[in-house]
């Protein structure tokens, strides 16, 4: 599962130009054999390092971003992805919200 | 004790030995090939008259739970077994895969499960070839279908107060009456997360060796149920009848998974950053961004 936050200038007309901040959380697991090696093989597996997101629990992230003075429309975006392969990853939820700055 | 007593006593053992021989070859068939095992094992009889749950379930992944895991099935026998371990493949040893992604292969002779283990492999390994996907047509016959839940591992949480299942029973939550279909008898544990947590979690061997497909039970009880959770799996799981929605259903997912995203956008104060800016003496746009992720499920995420 993972989580994005983005920031994107949206005054500058290049799309590969906009992106002001990026951030990613990822929830997943990690698999140990006996002498604590990653493994991926369910019969190799013995022990996990859960970095997962447990039943019941919300995780509160705080993301602070600071943008070059002339900055003045700011689109921020959160989407959440589920993985169900590390190849094949849907968004779950997201939300979007632009706004500008005028400290004038 | 006359003539016609010894008779009498002689007739009635020959038959206990017979009846009772009888009974133990039923329940210890063994199938010599995948038609045979299937064909013990009809899903489709159930079709018949259980339509719409056939359907269902004809979408679930149980359906495909051979064909959908051949990689790591494969990964096990030819790199496990063959490499890692040195061991060869047996039945006893295909069955740490099987006994859930297709628990009917119980009823497989050594032969027979060694053959599919070997089928595995090459189904994987010669993927797209004529050799590969006639091992995999042949491999889509087996999974976890109507019997394996119903008949196979219906009582297996509770196998020393049930015993060996009865073949051709019909094990289900009210044991309602199926009038000339078959036999039928009601078993709770079908309706219980232990029933589930067999397969969806950590599995223990016959030989004590553990399997970590997935570890989903483990937080279910070690923290859903140790925080007061009371849902079973088959009550979120089986909302769709036998589709028996996951990871891969996205509204199940999504229902799973709570948002929520506060953006407060904000003047910093000038001159107070380290960061190289365009005016040092101008205000700086920035934001804060909180969010909130929440796990409404039974079980960690992500797993399965």
């Known amino acids: ?104 | 004790m006359n003539v016609k007593q010894v008779f009498s006593v002689t007739l009635a053992l020959l038959l206990t030995l017979f009846f009772g021989a009888a009974n133990l070859s039923a329940a210890e068939k063994q199938a010599e090939t995948i038609d045979e095992l299937v064909a013990m094992f009809d899903n489709s009889k159930c079709m018949e008259c259980h339509e719409e749950t056939h359907s269902e379930w004809k979408g679930s992944w149980h359906s495909r739970a051979v064909i959908s895991s051949l990689k790591g099935m494969h990964n096990f026998i030819a790199i496990g077994l063959a490499k890692e371990w040195d061991t060869p493949l047996t039945k006893a040893q295909v069955m740490k895969c099987l006994d859930c992604h297709a628990p009917t292969v119980k009823y497989a002779s050594e032969k027979l499960a060694v053959d599919i283990g070997n089928m595995i492999v090459t189904a994987h390994k010669m993927k797209g070839t004529k050799k590969g996907d006639a091992a995999k047509k042949e491999l889509a016959k087996l999974n976890v279908g109507c019997l394996s839940c119903h008949n196979i591992k219906a009582g297996a949480v509770a196998r020393g107060l049930h015993g060996e299942p009865t073949p051709g029973m019909i094990y289900g939550p009210t044991g309602a009456d199926a009038e000339d279909g078959h036999e039928t008898e009601e078993l709770v544990d079908i309706t219980r997360a232990s029933f589930c947590m067999q397969c969806h979690g950590k599995y223990k061997a016959a030989d004590g060796e553990t399997i970590q497909c997935n570890t989903l039970s483990g937080s279910y009880q070690n923290t859903y149920i140790a925080q007061g959770g009371s849902q079973t799996c088959q009550d979120c799981h089986m909302k769709k009848g036998h589709t028996f929605p996951g990871g891969h259903d996205l509204d199940i997912v999504t229902e799973g998974l709570g948002l929520q995203v506060e953006i407060i956008p904000y003047g910093h104060l000038p001159g107070t950053l380290k960061k190289k800016l365009k005016e040092e003496k101008k205000w700086i746009p920035s934001a804060v961004v909180n969010v909130f992720v929440e796990n409404k499920t039974g079980h960690r995420v992500p797993d399965g």
């Not at chain 1, 005054?11 to 604590?36: N, R």
């Not at chain 1, 002339?70 to 959160?78: A, G, K, M, R, S």
């Open chain 1, 1 to 104: 599962m993972v989580l994005d936050v983005t920031a994107k200038n949206l005054d500058e007309k290049d799309p590969k130009k906009q992106l002001l901040f990026s951030d990613q959380k990822v929830w997943w697991e990690i698999g140990k054999d006996l002498h604590g090696r990653m493994r991926y093989g369910a019969w190799q597996i013995k022990e996990i390092v859960d970095l997962t997101l447990q039943p019941m629990e919300t995780r509160k992230e705080r993301f602070l971003m600071n943008f070059d003075t002339d900055i003045e429309t700011v689109e921020i975006e959160v989407k959440l992805s589920y993985f169900i392969s590390g190849k094949k990853g849907d968004v779950i939820h997201s939300e979007k919200k632009t706004f500008e700055y005028d400290f004038d």
